[in-house]
């Protein structure tokens, strides 16, 4: 994804402080990481993470996006630190392929149809055995596409919010269809991580082994991402260094500690705030555009959740002594 700035000030990062997220060392790409598994159809998503953790020797992980136990495919584990990453990894958009059986005979006409009634915001009920209340809610559906019929058998792809029951929403077409249940499911994209990011569960585990044995990193390198591919997902801003530990200390995002802003940011975006390095120091709600961001002193954004520990890089603000 090539990004677009608005410079504020030109300034590179001239202190010995923080790191490149690609020169990080094998452990500290564990201590805040990224693994993306291809989920085998059977464990529960807690039970992966359990594994990770023991198989890894991490203090914990956490999944982005529960799968059910029948269902397979990419899912997202936060490594230790990076589990402060969940509320972007369970807001990301989600992609599907599912296999609908009919209950009865119908043609690919009515099928459309019904199909087009089922893209753009719809309202469901979760379903009895889900974890969050049977509430009535809102979710946008952004494309439902018939790869393949046969009979009563129809292979779809579907990409939708995060949230969205993929059972309950062939349950709900297939009331207009004389009755459809899902009979597989498999999950091809979480957010910006695909199919093609994804690894078998041993995989991960033998990379991590033969680096304990070998020393050789190669093969977890490949698998394990810096917490900073998060931001993918969303605009950022890059800040001086003189402001980040005032950040990492709860202090809102001014404009004067700005060095540069993504073009598009608007009024309530969620972004993330990085150092001149690329070290991810914060979640933050814009409360401006990005034009806005340039001009003056005005507060720019305000801080959702620290990522970086504290002293990372020093204090540079003065506190008044006392007299």
């Not at 452990?27 to 594994?51: H, M, N, S, Y």
């Not at 296999?99 to 379903?127: A, S, T």
């Not at 993918?232 to 060095?259: H, M, Y």
Request: with cysteine; glycine share 6%.
């Amino acid at each position: 994804m090539k990004r677009e700035f608005l410079i504020r000030e030109y300034e590179a990062s001239l202190t010995d402080f923080g790191k490149y997220p690609g020169a990080r060392s094998i452990e500290e790409l564990l201590r805040f990481g990224l693994a993306v598994i291809d989920k085998p159809p059977g464990p529960t998503c807690q039970q992966i993470d359990a594994w990770i953790k023991k198989l890894l020797e991490l203090k914990k992980c956490s999944h982005g996006g529960t799968l059910d136990p029948r269902v397979s495919g990419v899912l997202v584990i936060a490594l230790n630190d990076a589990v402060k990453l969940m509320p972007l990894l369970l807001k990301s958009d989600k992609e599907y392929i599912a296999l609908m059986h009919l209950h009865k005979e119908v043609d690919e006409e009515k099928l459309q149809n019904v199909i087009k009634k089922f893209i753009g915001e719809i309202e469901q009920v979760p379903p009895k055995k889900s974890a969050v209340a049977r509430k009535a809610r809102k979710r946008k559906v952004y494309e439902i596409k018939i790869i393949e019929k046969e009979g009563r058998d129809v292979i779809l792809r579907i990409s939708c919010e995060a949230g969205t029951y993929i059972r309950k929403l062939i349950a709900d077409m297939g009331k207009y269809l004389g009755g459809a249940h899902m009979q597989e499911l498999r999950r091809i994209r979480s957010g910006i991580f695909t199919e093609d990011h994804a690894v078998l569960l041993q995989d991960l585990v033998d990379a991590y082994k033969w680096w304990k044995e070998t020393g050789e990193e190669k093969y977890l390198r490949e698998i394990i991402y810096p917490g900073e591919k998060i931001c993918d997902f969303t605009k950022v801003i890059v800040i001086k260094d003189t402001a980040v530990e005032a950040i990492c200390s709860g202090a809102p995002l001014s404009s004067a500690g700005i060095i540069m802003v993504e073009k598009g940011i608007k009024e309530n975006d969620i972004v993330c705030i990085l150092t001149l390095k690329g070290e991810l120091v914060a979640l933050a709600k814009a409360l401006i555009s990005s034009e806005e961001m340039l001009r003056g002193k005005k507060l720019a954004a305000k801080i959702e959740r620290v990522i970086m520990p504290r002293g990372t890089y020093p204090r540079f603000w003065k506190t008044k002594s006392k007299s």
